[in-house]
């Protein structure tokens, strides 16, 4: 996408380049991919949660209805979960969802108004089927004692224990806030919010590491522009060398067939002349390609540890830029092969058939390889600052010897895809071979 939109890698903004967007982009989304699952995992942990529905039960009188809202609110606000009134129940049979609330609670409240357990001698209140659910089931039970309340005298038969726990009194509205929070130093539940503020602590965390990750790579970068660019433009200068092989190697190829097309049909005569012509484009070639090794290996490029560290902000492989230098020297030396190939295979004024397919192979191999050796420059040269490419954008074109129609235009994905179709296609090729002549003396190797 980011090919199609800018595909010379051109400046969008005023400091930053397509590429360098993509890749803040890149960076800026890592980070953000950090936050959701931040946000992802305080949801499961909220749904893990949720399976515990309750933490707190209030059992109160309708009455006392208004006193028992205030306390569920000042409590939901502390981060727990209250269980309050009979809406809140699922369908089914009231008491078995009632008490299964209460057995999942670690706290139970009761708020007492006054006169509150007068009923409670009668099985069937409510209030008293819940204090003895909650006793029975050894939960932290709190009395909230409102105004006006007094312990009975005598407690309601089997709720004598109630009077024993540890109650908060709220009588006054003025000090409501002072007994809530003495009522949450009761709780035996924790409050949620601690997780709460954690997940926020850490998603404004997250999010400044984020900025200064940025900050600190876009200043780096910045800083290393002079690194990106000496970089660039040796591999450049060595791919210019790499084209010039590439053309010698088209010229070599050219004037082998030149040379078999005509000496197949040649008489005696002719074919010493075409020996003789073909040894002097030979040894111009030959001229011309020795003289190449001075000039490129001052483009030899050597790193630093940190210097890779740099190249690695852009994603920019150092083993690759280092690595170029050797190739290049590698392919140079099948050239100067290949010359001496068609020298032996001459030499004898006798060229099988066999012989001539082997130094096609050879030429056509080693056009790969510089292929190969271009994919792989475009392919470190894509991680590139857009300041950093201006050597390459003024001598690119002249590289008539490699497929300059790709250039930077493509992805590393796509430069990936040539670079396999490569070498497929080399496999197709027999492997490079230097044929040598033996004189009759000599047994054959």
Not at 137 to 146: A, R, T
Not at 162 to 186: G, P
Not at 299 to 313: A, F, K, N, P, T
Not at 420 to 427: A, C, K, V, Y
Request: glycine content about 2%.
């Amino acid at each position: 996408m980011w090919s199609e939109l800018d595909p010379e890698g051109r400046q969008v903004f005023p400091f930053w380049s397509s590429r360098e967007l993509r890749s803040a982009i890149v960076i800026c989304q890592s980070f953000i991919n950090g936050i959701i699952l931040l946000f992802l995992f305080s949801k499961a942990w909220n749904i893990m949660e949720l399976k515990k529905k309750y933490d707190v039960f209030i059992s109160y009188r309708r009455e006392s209805s208004e006193s028992a809202q205030l306390v569920a609110t000042h409590l939901r606000a502390a981060g727990y979960r209250v269980f309050i009134d009979v809406e809140a129940l699922h369908s089914g049979k009231f008491n078995e969802q009632l008490y299964e609330v209460i057995d999942n609670c670690k706290d139970f409240l009761v708020i007492l108004p006054e006169n509150a357990l007068d009923r409670c001698v009668e099985e069937e209140d409510w209030v008293r089927k819940e204090v003895c659910r909650a006793m029975a089931g050894k939960k932290n039970i709190i009395p909230v004692m409102l105004r006006g309340f007094t312990w009975p005298d005598p407690m309601p038969q089997g709720m004598e224990p109630l009077k024993d726990y540890q109650a908060v009194s709220a009588t006054s509205s003025e000090y409501f806030d002072m007994s809530m929070q003495r009522l949450c130093k009761y709780l035996k539940s924790h409050s949620k919010t601690w997780f709460k503020k954690l997940i926020i602590y850490l998603a404004a965390i997250l999010t400044a590491l984020a900025i200064l990750v940025f900050i600190g790579i876009w200043l780096l970068r910045t800083l290393a522009l002079p690194l990106y660019t000496k970089v660039a433009d040796d591999m450049t200068q060595m791919t210019s060398h790499m084209a010039l092989l590439a053309s010698r190697n088209d010229t070599v190829g050219k004037i082998w067939d030149d040379f078999y097309s005509s000496f197949q049909s040649a008489e005696p005569q002719e074919k010493e002349a075409l020996l003789l012509e073909l040894n002097q484009k030979l040894d111009d070639t030959e001229a011309l390609l020795k003289s190449l090794p001075p000039r490129f290996s001052p483009y030899r490029i050597e790193l630093d540890s940190w210097q890779v560290m740099l190249l690695g902000l852009r994603d920019i492989k150092a083993d690759d830029a280092i690595a170029a230098y050797p190739f290049l020297n590698s392919i140079y030396e099948e050239h100067l092969d290949n010359i001496t190939t068609i020298r032996a295979v001459v030499e004898d004024a006798i060229v099988e058939p066999s012989e001539s397919q082997t130094i096609k192979n050879n030429v056509e191999y080693n056009a790969r390889m510089a292929k190969l050796y271009y994919y792989g420059y475009l392919h470190l040269m894509t991680g590139m600052p857009d300041k950093a490419l201006s050597n390459y954008r003024k001598v690119s074109p002249t590289w008539r010897a490699l497929p300059v129609e790709i250039g930077l235009n493509y992805s590393k994905e796509q430069i990936e895809q040539l670079t396999d179709r490569e070498f497929s296609f080399l496999e197709s090729i027999p492997p490079y071979k230097r044929l040598t002549r033996t004189s009759p003396e000599s047994p054959p190797l």
